[in-house]
């Protein structure tokens, strides 16, 4: 008995999803699978099977750490995992125990940027089946579940501005490397000051359709692509959408850009205010409505 069965994880929907993704990795003929899972920070972070593997885990997962939980932003492990309760006060958290990895079938896509590649998101679970209490897309579900108790359906809509450098000096000399590592050393791809304008989307354009065409083929529901008021600066806008689905679309656009752009030789960031002369903030816009269900 899988690990999915046996503790009665997924809907009869989850179960069709995860044979029509066995016959689309045939069908595609793909070689490996992503599995990955948003921390506390929002990073993904999972394992790579190749495709053989992958249709097994489907249902009966794939172990990772806990020290997943355990790290800061620049991936240090920050709590005393090989103390009692790991620094969590649980048992089960401590010594750097496993946890299992369970795909969500509604999620699977395949990589437009890297050959042969699916990726999937997952939710984390104890050995005994209990959902790990830190993972987020299990505390957002519990979110979902009370609004829908009182009635309600959760619907966002999203408007990210993130920044787009090109990297002069990606700085891999093997004394660049360290928790965190050097920076890149980048240049802009266009002045920017001027918000909206035609003559300076038209500068980032080269990157932007690099980028929306990959996005798009992912399956993301773009809207719009805009230059933001700030140099290399810029913004996407999405369809609304309703549960789940906006915080997963967040964590894979995110993650998608990072890796579209680095394949290119640029630099994207999310940060609100990289350490750049002349830049300007960057944020997201959350609308958000409550709906009756």
Partial sequence: ?????????????????????????????????????????????????????????????????????????????????????????????????????????????????????????????????????????????????????????????????FHVFKVEDPKMQPGDAGQPGEPPVVSLLSHGYQYLTEQRYDQLEPVLEIIRRDVVALGLPVRSVEVEFGPSQCEFTFRPGVGLEPADLMILFRSAVKQIAHRHGYHATFMCRPRIPNVVSSGWHLHQSLRDR
């Fill in 1 to 161: 008995m899988s690990f999915v069965e046996k503790y009665g994880l997924w809907s009869e929907e989850q179960r069709r999803q995860a044979d029509a993704i066995k016959d689309e990795i045939e069908k595609r003929g793909l070689e490996v699978v992503r599995f990955s899972f948003p921390d506390q920070h929002g990073i993904l972070r999972g394992k790579t099977l190749v495709a053989s593997e992958a249709v097994g885990a489907l249902r009966s997962g794939c172990m990772i750490t806990t020290t997943m939980f355990a790290k800061d932003t620049s991936h240090k492990t920050v709590f005393p995992v090989f103390s009692a309760g790991g620094g969590f006060g649980m048992p089960e958290m401590q010594g750097g125990a496993d946890v299992v990895m369970i795909p969500d079938p509604a999620t699977f896509r395949v990589l437009p940027w890297a050959s042969k590649t699916g990726w999937v998101l997952c939710d984390v679970y104890f050995a005994d089946g209990r959902p790990v209490p830190f993972s987020t897309r299990h505390l957002y579900r519990n979110v979902l579940r009370g609004l829908a108790d009182a009635g309600f359906d959760y619907m966002a809509g999203l408007e990210v501005e």
